[in-house]
């Protein structure tokens, strides 16, 4: 069922999916990893921020085909929800890739001393031919990690963040009420108690 009104352009949980299956589509035909040479190097665990962009043929050629894909799903679909869960260039396919990479790869880390335990873990990197094992899910869900939550520097949380302190966890002054917030200090009538940002989560495990 279509949304209406202001939130046509927001981007629900199978606009995510289809953009994950469209990438699935475009690293089986075209083999992308395999262009962006320095996408698993030995620094791979390193943040992808950290790398300069680089300018050859091989980028122009990724950044064209990224580009053209926007645009196909921009005809394709109705409103511009999928095409905007696109990478627009190579930098950010890097970071989605990368993370579904690290994600897949922390699976097989060994993080017990259990040698029981041990036995049951799968020391092996996982292929970097990532079409052969990445789903449509993993890339949805690393699109709504990587291009769609904003990292905001200290600097602009001072200038613009808000302060919670309005509010304190602590036994209730109502008796058999058990714990909650309390106001810390006296609070107007139509003043904002506390801010709630909304933030999409793809993956109900992690709520687990």
């Not at 511009?80 to 890739?97: A, C, W, Y």
Request: with cysteine; glycine share 4%.
């Amino acid at each position: 069922e279509s949304r209406k009104g202001d939130y046509d352009h927001v981007p629900r949980n199978d606009d995510y999916v289809k953009a994950g299956e469209i990438l699935l589509t475009l690293l089986k035909d075209w083999n992308l990893e395999n262009d962006m040479d320095d996408l698993f190097s030995s620094n791979l665990s390193s943040s992808v921020h950290q790398h300069e962009p680089r300018t050859n043929n091989n980028t122009d050629k990724i950044d064209q085909i990224l580009t053209h894909t926007r645009r196909i799903c921009s005809e394709i679909f109705d409103v511009p929800r999928v095409s905007s869960l696109i990478p627009e260039n190579e930098q950010q396919l890097k970071q989605v890739l990368l993370h579904v990479y690290n994600k897949e790869a922390a699976k097989n880390t060994c993080t017990s001393n259990d040698t029981k335990m041990q036995k049951h873990c799968n020391s092996e990197l996982p292929s970097k031919d990532m079409a052969d094992w990445a789903t449509a899910e993993d890339l949805a869900f690393a699109i709504a990690h990587e291009l769609t939550v904003n990292r905001r520097s200290v600097e602009w949380i001072h200038e613009n963040g808000i302060c919670v302190d309005n509010i304190v966890a602590g036994p209730s002054t109502i008796q058999d009420a058990g714990r909650g917030a309390r106001a810390q200090r006296r609070i107007a009538k139509g003043e904002i108690i506390v801010p709630v940002p909304l933030l999409h989560i793809m993956d109900r495990e992690a709520l687990r």
